[in-house]
């Protein structure tokens, strides 16, 4: 049986929100939520929270979870992902787990964890919901995914992708920010130059399928919102007071 490590990347300096994984909701530090989440997962065998800024660890260790402090230099969360995959090796499927989702449920995590076990010949799993009657698909910050038949990705986009040139009904699926990883793939993959799709919409995950391999996709029907802003962070807020979910 496949051993699952699930790592959660938390950066302290987010450009557009610098020290969100450290913003609190309720009492709580907004990864301490992810955290939380993540240890509730049947099929993660091992947790730890990722990051190079000595404030994030002060707090992580602070609520009792594992850290582990990486390299400053990283160009992106893979990178540091990458980089806790080569000091944990006896694990076969490394979870890339976003810190500045607090909302994210143990059912999501796990599914795509089953999927990427299910499927040993895709490199990849992640995770698509249908956009809902509220939600502007046109939107380029909201990453949009083309699946084939077997649910494997085609193509991801910033654009409308598909496009309804005969403006017939089309379910048009919002990308999930969660990655799980064959662990010696991860580890090639850090090694391949940027795409030029890749380059082309600012989208890490096309490079994947520009050197042809393979990333499912598990699909749920909905998710709450991630924080990217500081509107973001009240939005969620109120969300999870209205759901008796604030600790």
Sequence with gaps: MASVLGVIPARFASTRFPGKVLAKIGSWPMVRYVHEAARQCTTLDHLVIATDDERVRDAVQDFGAECLMTSEKHKSGTDRLAEVADYYKDYDIVVN???DEPGIEPELINGVVQLKKEHPEWEVATAARPFTESEDPLQPNRVKVTLSRKQRALYFSRSLIPFPRNKTSQTVYLH????????????HFQ???QSLLEDTESLEQLRVLENDYNMGVYLVDGSLPGVDTQDDLNNITGIFKQKGLLR
């Excluded at 999930?176 to 580890?187: E, K, M, V």
């Design 191 to 193: 090694t391949l130059p």
């Design 97 to 99: 787990i976003q810190g």
């Design 176 to 187: 999930l920010g969660i990655y799980a990883y064959q662990r010696d793939f991860l580890l």
